[in-house]
Nanobody, 122 residues
Framework: QVQLVESGGGLVQAGGSLRLSCAASGRTFSTYTMGWFRQAPGKEREFVAA??????????ADSVKGRFTISRDNAKNENAVNLQMNSLKPEDTAVYYC?????????????WGQGTQVTVSS
């Protein structure tokens, strides 16, 4: 069982930056692929970024590539995944969710956080 708690959301002007963090419980954090997703009002949830268990592989949606950076800390007392968001645009406004997966393919993500709101003003 993994519990995920996001933090770091807020209101920022276009062009600004935010750093989201997701604290994870559980002893086997490093075995999970971690992902960030977002859902804007009236839209479906969409993939933003993911990072492999070791941190050696990262994946990004085209819409955030070059602006967002995902990272993770697998240290014993610092199980966390972060999303550094730079050059933010109004279209990045959404609730951002952290998720954990044992095997993304074929099982998808197993655990989800409660979400944190990011609002980018123009």
């Amino acid at each position: 069982q993994v519990q995920l708690v996001e933090s770091g959301g807020g209101l920022v002007q276009a062009g600004g930056s935010l750093r989201l963090s997701c604290a994870a419980s559980g002893r086997t954090f490093s075995t999970y692929t971690m992902g960030w997703f977002r859902q804007a009002p009236g839209k479906e949830r969409e993939f933003v970024a993911a990072i492999s268990g070791s941190g050696g592989n990262t994946y990004y949606a085209d819409s955030v590539k070059g602006r967002f950076t995902i990272s993770r800390d697998n240290a014993k007392n610092e199980n966390a995944v972060n999303l550094q968001m730079n050059s933010l645009k109004p279209e990045d406004t959404a609730v951002y969710y952290c998720a954990a997966a044992r095997r993304v393919v074929p099982n998808g993500y197993d655990y989800w956080g409660q979400g944190t709101q990011v609002t980018v003003s123009s």
